[in-house]
């Protein structure tokens, strides 16, 4: 994510959360956020060059993608947490947020990461059903997590040993494979 995202991942999370991050602290994350990554999601117009100089000069020339989708995670000694996702309520039900999630987790093992956890509302079915479906148990819950005061469910995955990470990439690819479909 860079600050010129900024605007439509605000866009994003404004029909996505009723209590939605400000524009101020993306802004922070991305200046100063040392421990942290975040990410956009974009469509790809037009395959990928092959060298990284035609990349250069074909980013030059045309119009960036739209953000579709992002996700925000922060690290901690052998842990990721996800701190934000969200997909364009235009492009939901497509795999995106699946695909982004497990994207994430993929560049957080660069970290030797042992684990990946999140807070998720006790409400919100669809994205607990998100994280089941990739492995992530319930472990606690925080009373009056949110600024509304609705509990939250912590969930972690992991430990990511050889198996689950193999296990993971394999959805990964199953995941854009059917993603590349539907296009």
């Known amino acids: 994510m860079r600050e010129e995202d900024i605007a439509e991942v605000m866009e994003i999370e404004r029909h996505s959360f009723p209590n939605p991050w400000p524009e101020s602290a993306y802004r922070h ?6 421990d ?7 469509p790809c117009q037009e395959p990928s060059p092959a060298t990284w100089w035609d990349r250069l000069l074909r980013r030059r020339q045309r119009e960036r993608s739209p953000v579709i989708g ?11 947490h996800i701190t934000t996702i969200a997909v364009h309520p235009e492009w939901r039900g497509r795999g995106l947020g699946k695909y ?5 987790i993929q560049q957080a093992l660069r970290n030797r990461i ?3 956890t999140l807070e998720v509302r006790v409400s919100n079915r669809i994205a607990q059903q998100l994280y089941t479906d990739l492995g992530f148990r319930v472990v606690g819950i925080q009373r009056g997590y949110y600024r509304d005061g609705e509990d939250a469910w912590v969930m972690r995955l992991g430990p990511l040993d050889e198996a689950e990470i193999e296990r993971l990439e394999k959805t990964r690819r199953a995941v ?8």
Not at 70 to 80: I, L, S
Not at 100 to 104: S, T, W
Not at 176 to 183: H, I, L, P, Y
């Open 29 to 34: 994350e991305i200046r100063y956020g040392t």
């Open 36 to 42: 942290s990554l975040f990410y956009v999601l974009q």
């Open 114 to 116: 042992r684990f990946v």
């Open 176 to 183: 854009e494979a059917v993603s590349m479909r539907d296009k």
């Open 70 to 80: 992002y996700v925000g995670m922060r690290f901690v000694p052998g842990e990721a």
């Open 100 to 104: 982004i999630l497990l994207m994430a």
